[in-house]
């Protein structure tokens, strides 16, 4: 798709350009309309075309091709005429009016878990990766692929993830590309003070023979919620930066804002999402390689353009939490294609309806075009970037013309207690709602929750549960320590009950079990814990001692 489609974008025309106006509004649903007439029309000739018989068969059966002629044009003018107006209704630009599930979503993101997230991520707390306890002390690029032990963000957020339900291989991906780094020591790194759409990111193909850094492979990590609805091929995409960078970016760059505070907004919208239904397809991803020159976002749309004909649209989170004069307030950098401003208006629709309480500069003309979203902007797909009040814009704006940036932007300083954290909750809530809202929530995957009984047989213990309609299978998992400790799956099930023979007799057992729809991401939430033990029979008390006693 072209930048600016027909042209109806072009600066001159952009007097007067605010989200709410209607004008914009159906000149985008015009546009659409007519794209759908176009392709509808295409793919009708094309069927058509695909239908005709090779030469000689159509002089054998001249007769019943002109009646087959006149009925394909009729079906033609029905479908082209029938069709248009629902593909008009289908197409109206998304409204993230209020809606009960995203309610629901956004009162279980919580500011205990988003700081959690961010100290995980920033190197302040252990965290479990493998067998062992690591901090993640850096996420610059090379070090996230080369093997560094203080820099394993990328096998942690695989495990939570996985942790999540999200199935390596289906639902949980690598999306490969080739970095071609070149260290020179003076990189060029990604500044946010490049303004504009056209920002054009950094060459990544460079090529030095034998640099021992371009052997290795970097990755973008990708969650996929596959839709329920109707509109299950479109997809809507929200994106994190996960690399981070300093002047010590080997070994000390904790990036808190620069961007844990983003990757904190996408586990928490993996950590949700699995529990309802969205019509739309939902895409997570951590992109890594940004602080290079979007490196990783570029890669992901180079090899995926079919991809790109299907995006609704992409909320970028990257870097927002410091707001020193705590006036919550935020910049949206939105740019001026149509698509983008939809996204835009989502995400204020959404602070308005939940209540959440920022202000934002809205910013079309001069949108900062140096993070991920710029790569999505580049293919003519609509995006948008949350940043925090970076620039003094307009005072009309919602910022009133104030500055508050955070001068530790790209520094060993970048640490959580810079951070205010009613903005950073709040703008976390906002942008796991505007993805929520434009996916079109369906409801919960599961209306109720398994409720379990634990009963100790003679060698084994039984767990039941009520059947929970709609679940196809039911994942039971299993802890040896308490109802609060690690739990593992011990096995999926498709029947209401799970007989364990695994067990040694005096010990506690703990039980949870979730029920999950195959063939997509949807789960119930975890059921009570139910704790049994299978005692040693009180046979064996009696008769050691009536042994004795008979000697
Ligand atoms: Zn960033």
């Given at each position: ?386 940043l925090e009040n970076f620039q003094a814009h307009d005072e009309s704006f919602g910022c009133n013309g104030t500055q508050d940036r955070n001068p530790h932007y790209h520094q060993i300083t970048d640490t959580i207690d810079k951070m205010y954290m009613p903005a950073t909750l709040a703008t976390v809530k906002a942008g796991v709602g505007s993805v929520a809202s434009l996916a079109l929530p369906m409801g919960k995957c599961f209306a109720t929750d398994p409720q379990i009984t634990a009963t100790p047989q003679t060698e084994s213990i039984i767990v039941n549960w009520a059947e929970i309609e709609g679940a196809d299978v039911y994942n039971v998992y299993r802890s040896t320590t308490s109802c609060a400790g690690s739990f593992t799956q011990v096995a999926q099930v498709s029947t ?56």
């Amino acid at each position: 798709m072209p930048l600016n489609p027909n042209g109806i974008c072009s600066p001159t025309t952009l007097e007067g350009w605010h989200p709410s106006n209607a004008f914009w509004r159906s000149r985008k649903k015009q546009w659409k309309a007519g794209l759908k007439v176009r392709q509808l029309f295409s793919s009708q000739l094309s069927t058509r075309t695909a239908d005709y018989k090779p030469a000689r068969q159509i002089k054998q059966s001249k007769e019943p091709m002109k009646k087959s002629r006149i009925v394909l044009v009729f079906v033609l003018f029905v479908l082209i005429f029938s069709t248009v107006p629902q593909e008009v209704t289908a197409q109206t630009p998304p409204t993230c009016g209020y809606d009960s599930n995203v309610e629901s979503i956004l009162a279980e993101v919580t500011q205990e878990d988003v700081v959690q997230w961010i100290r995980n991520f920033s190197g302040e707390d252990f965290v479990p990766i493998g067998v062992s306890q690591k901090k993640i002390l850096t996420r610059f690029s090379t070090q996230l692929f080369n093997l560094n032990v203080n820099a394993l963000a990328y096998p942690y957020l695989g495990e939570q993830l996985r942790s999540f339900g999200f199935e390596e291989g289906t639902y949980l991906t690598d999306h490969a590309y080739t970095p071609n780094y070149v260290p020179t020591g003076t990189e060029n790194m990604i500044d946010l003070h490049n303004v504009g759409e056209d920002y054009v990111s950094s060459d990544r193909n460079t090529k030095v023979v034998g640099n021992p850094d371009q052997t290795t492979t970097w990755k973008n990590k990708v969650v996929t919620i596959p839709g329920h609805g109707p509109n299950a091929d479109e997809i809507v995409l929200m994106t994190a930066h996960m690399d981070s960078t300093s002047p010590q970016r080997n070994t000390n760059a904790p990036g808190a804002e620069d961007n844990a505070s983003g990757v904190a907004a996408l586990m928490e919208a993996a950590r949700l999402f699995r529990f309802y239904k969205f019509d739309r397809t939902i895409k997570i991803i951590f992109f890594t390689g940004e602080e290079q020159g979007l490196w990783g976002s570029e890669a992901y749309v180079e090899d995926h353009p079919a991809e790109m004909d299907n995006i609704i649209g992409v909320v970028n989170l990257d870097m927002f939490g410091y707001d020193n004069d705590q006036d919550m307030c935020i910049e949206l950098h939105v740019g001026t294609m149509p698509d983008s401003n939809q996204v835009g208006t989502c995400f204020t629709e959404v602070n308005t309806n939940y209540n959440l309480g920022l202000a934002y500069d809205y910013v079309t003309n001069g949108a900062i075009g140096a993070s991920d979203h710029a790569s999505f902007w580049d293919a003519g797909v609509g995006a948008i970037e949350v940043l925090e009040n970076f620039q003094a814009h307009d005072e009309s704006f919602g910022c009133n013309g104030t500055q508050d940036r955070n001068p530790h932007y790209h520094q060993i300083t970048d640490t959580i207690d810079k951070m205010y954290m009613p903005a950073t909750l709040a703008t976390v809530k906002a942008g796991v709602g505007s993805v929520a809202s434009l996916a079109l929530p369906m409801g919960k995957c599961f209306a109720t929750d398994p409720q379990i009984t634990a009963t100790p047989q003679t060698e084994s213990i039984i767990v039941n549960w009520a059947e929970i309609e709609g679940a196809d299978v039911y994942n039971v998992y299993r802890s040896t320590t308490s109802c609060a400790g690690s739990f593992t799956q011990v096995a999926q099930v498709s029947t209401n009950s799970y007989k364990d023979v695994d067990i040694d007799l005096e010990n506690d057992y703990f039980y949870k079990v979730q029920a999950a729809e195959t063939g997509a991401v949807c789960y119930s939430q975890m059921s009570n814990c139910a704790v049994a033990r299978v005692e040693v029979p009180i046979f064996f008390d009696i008769f050691i001692p009536l042994v004795i006693a008979g000697e």
